[in-house]
């Protein structure tokens, strides 16, 4: 790797750990916010019964619709088991709606998993952003992201798919070639890298209509989050 990629390597990786200090923290604070709410509910529910013992329908809706907005301020949109998944997830999809592209998510990751937040950020972030950039081409009414992650077996799986524009992609020189520009292939080649150094498998798919990449990635491997002191390359 000559002296100008890995400058723009390790940018990128700098960026990443900004990322996910950002949202890591983001997410602590909707769980911190959800504990309080839950620490307060009876109060709530004292104070609704007192406008309920004098009649007052008017306060108690009005209590309501507060609760309510309360509430909806703290509530994640995938709650999968990890704090940092949630976090890349949330706001990738949070993303992805502010541009008009629907995101079905069904997603459950053990709290604990035997590869590093920074290599999660990579992987999760980078498909996200792609299927995010093609479903931009697409009409408003033609647009959708599928997410699917699970553990299976000893495991982690993860299905991203996103609807193209009804033709199936070419490939060059065996891989499916970017069409973003130049210098964006780089976040495909980022996942590639993380996910041979941790000893897993990727696959890419495309049919009409569809353009798909799977991640199976070991949990049971020496590249943990105690362990792992290398950083992406």
Not at 56 to 76: E, F, G, M, P, Q
Request: glycine share 6%; net charge neutral; hydrophobic share 35%.
């Amino acid at each position: 790797m000559d002296l100008f990629s890995k400058k723009i390597d390790k940018q990128i990786a700098a960026y990443q750990r900004e990322l996910i200090q950002t949202h890591f923290a983001e997410v602590e604070n909707m769980y911190r916010q959800i504990r309080g709410w839950r620490h307060d509910y009876r109060n709530h529910i004292q104070v609704m019964k007192a406008y309920a013992a004098e009649g007052n329908l008017d306060a108690i809706r009005d209590y309501l619709d507060k609760l309510d907005t309360d509430l909806s301020t703290v509530d994640t949109v995938v709650k999968t088991g990890n704090a940092m998944a949630d976090a890349i997830l949330n706001s990738k999809i949070s993303l992805a709606k502010s541009r008009n592209i629907p995101v079905r998510a069904d997603a459950h990751i053990p709290t604990k998993l035997n590869i590093s937040e920074l290599d999660l950020c990579v992987i999760i972030g980078n498909l996200f952003d792609n299927a995010i950039e093609a479903s931009l081409k697409l009409p408003e009414d033609q647009r959708l992201i599928r997410v699917y992650m699970d553990i299976k077996g000893s495991q982690l799986y993860l299905s991203f798919t996103n609807f193209t524009a009804g033709k199936k992609l070419p490939k060059a020189g065996g891989r499916f070639a970017t069409t973003k520009g130049e210098g964006h292939g780089l976040g495909l080649s980022r996942i590639d890298t993380v996910v041979e150094r941790l000893g897993g498998y990727l696959s890419r798919g495309s049919e009409d209509g569809a353009f798909t990449t799977e991640v199976l990635l070991p949990q049971a491997c020496n590249s943990s989050p105690e362990n792992d002191n290398s950083s992406p390359e």
